[in-house]
C-alpha cells in the first residue's frame, strides 16, 4: 500500500487511546506533545499513565471497551490493548463513524499509520516504511538523531523570525 503523508493538527481534539501499557503510554504522550485531549480506555493502567491521570493530564475511563465508547466528536482513535480481536472491533466501530483509526502493529486495519517520528522543536522528520519494517524505520530515526541535532531547533525558529520579516517586507 502507499500512503499519502500528512501531518495533522490535533490540538484541542479529543483522541482515544484503548489500552494501558506501555505502549498506549508512548502513543498517550505523543498525542499530548501535539496538543490533544486524550481519553484512555482500560480496565488497567500501568504507572506511567497514572501519573499522567494524577496530575490531570488524560481522562480515564476506567472499563473494558465496548462499542459506543468512540462516537461522533472524537477526532482520531488509537487501539493498543494487547487483544487482536478487539482491536479488530474497535477498528470496525471507529470505521463505521469515520473516524482515523490506527491499531498498532495492524496496519491492514489502519485508515492511517504512525512513522517513526524526530522531532526538534517545530522541526519534524518522519520515518516510514508503510508498515513493512517499523524497526528499520525506528533504526533510520536513530541514525537521523545523530545528523539532525538539538541545534536544529534554533535554527529553525531564527528561519521562521526571517521568514516572517521578508513576507512583511
Known sequence: ??????????????CVVVGGGKVAFRKVESLLEAGARVIVISPKMNTSLQKLINKNKITYLPQEYKSGDIKKGIFLVIAATDDSQLNAKIADDAKRLNLLINVV??????NFILPATLRRGSLTISVSTSGKSPALAKKIKEDLQNIYGTEYEDLVNSLGKLRTMNKKA
Not at 1 to 14: A, E, F, G, H, S
Open 1 to 14: 500500500m502507499t500512503y499519502y503523508p500528512v501531518c495533522l493538527d490535533i490540538k484541542d481534539k479529543r
Open 105 to 110: 502493529d495492524a496496519p491492514k486495519l489502519c
